[in-house]
């Protein structure tokens, strides 16, 4: 009914929306004054922690996407070996593991049959698995050794959105926690990013409040048959979970890829008015993959593409080459997905409005698929 979607029109409006109060949700109580990081809930001793020698992270869909950043955030800060693998394809290659191994399956639903299967797996092999989920008592998080839950509220909506930024937060919760218990050389670095992180609530909602170009902009693409999504580091799955949303909401052709491949293949899918959006890393700190970005988005400009560029403020270096420009607040390096990933949200769902499709309900997809 339209009181449950308050004043939405659809339901994935109101998540959209209700990210900041999600985020900010899912870190109460997790950070104390002084920025010191209590998971006592998690319930894994640190003596625990400190034997891991290597995390592994299992997920479908857009909860891959997550894993796939944590994967990045957790190897800078912890320095132990992590891999993100999709559920489907994670137990039939027979895995190595034992109880030095960290697994996390993230799940919004809890109830993802391939998500399951990979979890009973890893504790057959003796491997320790937290669940990151954002349902209270559903299936994965009983068959998990710990939880770490999201607190997004119920998503109604098919294609995930709130879930997925909480996702990222008790990823990056997981990370700095792990930094913390083993006393990582990054302690100054762990210190600045969890206070920067305990804010970024406000950053997502200047993000919601700087949108009305991204949704005119998606308008006019709504004839297009093929839109291409770019980045690197941590921008790579966020491109990817840019083209996902493009698939189920819009039922486009879109596709994700690491801008370094660009040479490797896909620059020659490059003609002229092809959309493509571009993640850039912020200039500051690994500056190296900024400049490269920018070379890259002249290079597919040269070839006709029509660039849509999401970049930092104060990113001056790629105002020449971006037919459209989104800018987002700055972040520490490996927070940036939590915002650069709400503009393609909203991209996404107002390129399906536009062509007429089923926002909340997209053909052939269901919520949660709880068969393998
Ligand atoms: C389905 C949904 C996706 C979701 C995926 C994983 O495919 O349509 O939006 O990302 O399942 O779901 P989970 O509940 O495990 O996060």
């Not at 896909?266 to 008015?273: R, V, Y």
């Given at each position: 009914s339209a009181a449950e979607k308050g004043g939405y029109d659809y339901f994935m409006l109101k998540e959209i929306a209700e990210q900041p109060k999600a985020v900010a949700d899912t870190l109460l109580g997790r950070i104390d004054a002084s920025g010191v990081l209590s998971l006592?809930?998690?319930?894994?001793p640190p003596e625990v922690l400190r034997e891991v020698d290597k995390v592994v992270i299992v997920a479908c869909g857009t909860a891959y996407h997550a894993g796939l950043i944590a994967k990045y955030a957790i190897e800078h800060w912890t320095r132990i070996p992590c891999e993100t693998e999709l559920a489907s394809e994670f137990r039939y290659r027979d895995p190595i593991m034992d109880r030095r191994t960290l697994v996390i399956a993230v799940s919004?639903?809890?109830?993802?049959m391939d998500t399951l299967m990979a979890l009973r797996h890893a504790r057959e092999q003796g491997a320790k698995v937290l669940a990151i989920c954002n349902?209270?008592?559903?299936t994965i998080p009983r068959e998990s050794d710990a939880v770490l839950y999201t607190?997004?509220?119920?998503?109604?909506?098919?294609?995930?959105t709130k879930a997925f930024l909480t996702q990222l937060v008790a990823c990056y919760l997981v990370a700095l926690y792990l930094g913390q218990v083993r006393g990582t050389k990054w302690g100054d670095e762990i210190r600045a990013v969890v206070k920067e992180l305990a804010a970024i609530g406000t950053q997502v909602e200047q993000v919601l409040s700087t949108m009305e170009p991204v949704r005119e902009l998606a308008r006019g693409l709504a004839d297009q048959n093929t839109v291409l999504f770019l980045g690197r580091h941590v921008g790579y799955p966020v491109a990817l979970e840019g083209a996902l949303k493009l698939k189920e909401l819009a039922y486009m052709h879109a596709e994700g890829f690491a801008a370094g491949e660009l040479k490797h293949g896909?620059?020659?899918?490059?003609?002229?008015?092809l959309p493509v959006v571009v993640v850039v890393p912020s200039?500051?700190?690994?500056?190296v993959l900024h400049d490269k970005i920018v070379s890259n988005i002249q290079e597919i400009r040269a070839r006709g593409a029509r660039t849509i560029v999401i970049a930092e403020e104060?990113?001056?270096?790629v105002v020449p080459y971006a037919d459209h420009l989104v800018r987002i607040p700055r972040t520490p390096v490996l927070l940036q997905p939590l915002v650069s990933t709400v503009p393609l949200q909203v991209f996404a769902c107002e390129l399906a409005t536009a062509r007429g499709n089923e926002v909340d309900q997209p053909r052939n997809l269901a919520k949660s698929v709880t068969v393998e």
């Open positions: 006592d809930e998690v319930r894994i919004q639903s809890g109830e993802t349902t209270n008592g559903s607190h997004a509220g119920p998503e109604v909506a098919v294609a995930s896909p620059i020659a899918l490059i003609e002229d008015g200039p500051r700190g690994r500056s104060g990113d001056e270096a």
